[in-house]
């Protein structure tokens, strides 16, 4: 059974830091990694989708990585802004359509 | 086409009523999601559709849950007997899937059901 974790649970640090959420999940048989951004009380909003056979996808001042064969993932946040507060989820993708859901990383960044 | 949109936003019953929740996906996206999320949880999966086929079904899907995407457009959600542990956030994904290229889903807002 594909179980997803996430460390660290909360996260607080000051404005431009640099800063890194770790994904792990313990079957490496999967289609593809997405990363998630969810504000309190709303949907979920894609940020990053990286496919089984890529090593890391960049949007902007996001960079993931995968590291399928250690079941590895993160999600590199450069010179973090208040507005970057948030909870981040990632999820996997087995050989099914659903996705698997870790816990989440909430995010606050202080001016 | 602006994206995946969940009705009603909010929705409180009392215990033991029925709730129909509706989902319209992105348009031409073949298939929709429905997930459960409570409060300090990741979403967990309920059920998926690929045009009107329900493929896949989790055990959380109890059997006075029921889904159906009639047209293989818009989709419902059914919550008979409502219990309060029923309170959560639904939320609603759709994707197009083309053979083996792993789809990206996209989310809905979700509907916030509280069962007093």
């Known amino acids: 059974k594909q179980e997803v974790t996430q460390i660290p649970a909360a996260l607080s640090v000051p404005e431009g830091e640099n800063l890194v959420l770790n994904c792990s999940f313990t079957?490496?048989?999967?289609?593809?990694l997405q990363w998630f951004r969810q504000d309190p009380g709303k949907g979920l909003t894609s940020l990053l989708l990286i496919q089984s056979s890529q090593r890391e996808q960049t949007s902007g001042r996001l960079n993931a990585s995968l590291d399928k064969s250690s079941g590895r993932s993160t999600l590199y946040i450069a010179a973090s802004q208040p507005g970057d507060s948030a909870t981040y989820l990632c999820?996997?993708?087995?050989?099914?359509?659903?996705?698997?859901f870790g816990q989440g990383t909430t995010l606050q960044v202080k001016p | 086409d602006t994206g995946v949109s969940q009705d009603p936003r909010h929705k409180i019953t009392k215990r033991g009523q029925n709730v129909t929740f509706r989902c319209d996906p992105i348009?031409?996206?073949?298939?929709l999601y429905w997930y459960r999320q409570t409060l300090g949880q990741g979403p967990e999966f309920l059920t998926y559709?690929?045009?009107?086929?329900?493929?896949?079904k989790s055990r959380l899907l109890s059997d006075r849950f029921s889904a159906e995407r009639p047209k293989g457009s818009f989709s419902t959600l059914e919550i008979q007997r409502t219990e309060q542990g029923d309170s959560a956030m639904y939320l609603c994904?759709?994707?197009?899937?083309?053979?083996?290229?792993?789809?990206?889903?996209?989310f809905g807002p979700g509907t916030r059901l509280t069962v007093t």
């Open positions: 994904a759709s994707s197009l899937a083309l053979g083996e290229y792993a789809d990206e889903q996209y």
């Open positions: 999820a996997v993708r087995g050989n099914t359509g659903k996705l698997i």
């Open positions: 079957d490496s048989a999967i289609y593809n």
């Open positions: 348009s031409e996206h073949n298939r």
């Open positions: 559709f690929q045009n009107e086929a329900q493929l896949e």
